[in-house]
């Protein structure tokens, strides 16, 4: 190319090189607006607003592949611009997931419950293969344990599923402080930003729904899961009143509590032996998340008064998101 230009004395002076600036400006032009249209890879600033949103149809069934101009957010009842947008998707590029296990191994817990609870949290691991995927590992009865910080490595993992041990002495089930600590270590462990993209955050609480002794209230726990942007999944272990004669699980007081459902999370019930499938749909339905997000504007932040937030689907889908308010520092 050198000598091309140097012997081209046809061309004005400077006209090649005012050709390659011009190229390069192309070039990088359709390269922010490649990765602006892909939504992958963005500049993330740390006062970012994030919400997680899950939507179904009419029929409770998940809804993928929506884009930015499926919703609506709504601060304090007025609409705002959506400044990022983003799915998770199966490739390295996608969104990161960040998911704590709180296993309880109480003595309410058999040790053919907590076998196929070891099984099937493998098949869930799996599951998540293709996803750019990071796990942490808590056990809890009278005490809460970590077992394994995160790891994206599989054999790690399952060791420290090996090491589960039902106590069978432990007259107490501290649900609620394991929850909290899985949030916290979320907090400390798991940057608000990873690869340039933000993480979903998730607990998956495993009991029979009946929290015993615990330290921390339902309502910091909410507080805390929101102000880490993490969403909290239970599995509930089965527990039927005898007088329904429907079998319909009983409510229980995880449940009540609101710690599922104002974090964004969903209960999921374990009415069969095998609890493959449940965590199979456990997997979709973490993995069909989208995260919205906004920048607080300047009144948000000279107040620091908490903001309202909803998030609306324009084709008239469900939205189930993890928190409706924030408060900007």
Known sequence: MTDFVQNDLSAPPGFFHRALMLLSIVVIMASAMAAQDSDDVVRIDTELVSFEVTVTDKNGKLVPNL??????????????????????KKTEQ??????????????????????????????????????????????FAMDVRTLQQFTNQRERLERSFDRLLRDQDGLSTHAYDAV????????????????????????ILVSDGFPVGD???????????NAAETSVYSVILPSFSRLQGD??????????????????????????????????????DITASYAIAVYPDEEAKRSGKPRRVTIQSRNGYTIRQNRTEYSAK
């Open 94 to 139: 996608g969104r990161p997931l960040t998911v704590v296990f709180a296993l309880d191994v109480s003595g309410s817990m058999t040790e053919a419950e907590i076998g196929r609870l070891r099984s099937a949290m493998q098949i869930f691991i799996s599951r998540l293969a293709d996803y750019d995927a990071y796990f942490a590992v808590i056990s």
């Open 215 to 225: 330290v921390v209230s339902p309502d910091t726990l909410i507080e805390r899961a």
């Open 247 to 284: 079998k319909r699980p009983v409510l229980t007081p995880l449940e009540a509590s609101g710690v599922i459902s104002k974090t964004g999370g969903k209960s999921f019930y374990a009415t069969d032996k095998s609890f493959d499938a449940l965590f199979q749909a456990l997997a979709e």
């Open 180 to 203: 909290d600590d899985a949030v916290r270590l979320i907090a400390r462990k798991s940057p608000k930003t990873i690869k340039g993209r933000l993480p979903k955050r998730a607990v």
């Open 67 to 88: 884009r930015r101009e499926d919703f609506r957010l709504l601060e304090d009842g007025v609409e705002r611009p959506i400044e990022f947008f983003q799915p998770i």
